[in-house]
């Protein structure tokens, strides 16, 4: 959690020379109603006790304690430097590794707006090629014949152009070799609808066919 949030965060830290410093929700919970209860005037004490070292109680005898909370000098030293504040003489010391971790941020954050702005770029030209495509679309289905296959699946002008998709792709013109032979293509259309008569398959053959044959 941000401790205190400014536009660098400072977080309060429990300590001890084997550990070092610790940081978890519960304690700095704890430790920012010690700043509060502090800051509204109340007024506390160390406990006399050896045994409680660093843990305090209101001078008034009300109860309740808290636990001393520490701060990281290069996390102060950063919040001041980001708000602009002039940096006391016990800081200084934290004033070099703080701008150095001022300016990683801010070289991460700059990588972060660069990608974010490439991002928009690229939803921005998404969008228009999908306007491109939808507009490509719309003309290209007021090229098409319409009801093509609607009312009947032996639509004849829809298997015109079913057989000219299908038989003439690999056709070349310079290769006569590549031409589909009439009466082969009569066939196969007469073989895969047998209710069609002669003269039908011949005339969709026809209308399939995109060369004048010679």
Not at 110 to 134: C, F, G, H, T, Y
Not at 136 to 150: A, D, H, Y
């Amino acid at each position: 959690m941000d401790d205190i949030p400014f536009g660098e965060p400072i977080h309060l830290y429990d300590y001890d020379v084997i550990n070092g410093f610790k940081k978890s929700e519960g304690f700095s919970k704890q430790s920012l109603q010690f700043l509060n209860s502090m800051a509204l005037g109340g007024e506390y004490v160390e406990d006399q006790n050896p045994e409680f070292a660093g843990v305090y109680t209101r001078v008034d005898g009300s109860e309740g304690w808290y636990r001393e909370f520490y701060f990281k000098g290069t996390e102060i030293t950063a919040a001041f430097l980001d708000l602009n504040v002039t940096i006391p003489p016990c800081l200084e010391k934290f004033k070099h590794i703080a701008e150095r971790r001022l300016k990683i941020k801010a070289e991460k954050r700059a990588k972060e707006n660069e990608k974010l702005n490439a991002i928009e770029v690229s939803r921005d030209e998404l969008e228009d090629e999908i306007k491109r495509l939808k507009s490509e679309i719309e003309r290209l289905s007021t090229q098409l014949p319409s009801l093509l296959g609607e009312f009947r699946s032996d639509d004849p002008l829809l298997i015109a152009i079913q057989l000219r998709n299908a038989e003439w792709a690999r056709y070349d013109e310079d290769n006569r070799k590549t031409i589909p032979s009439q009466e082969a293509l009569v066939a196969q259309l007469k073989q895969q609808y047998q209710k069609m008569p002669d003269a039908q398959a011949r005339a969709i053959e026809k209308v399939a066919c995109p060369i004048k044959r010679k």
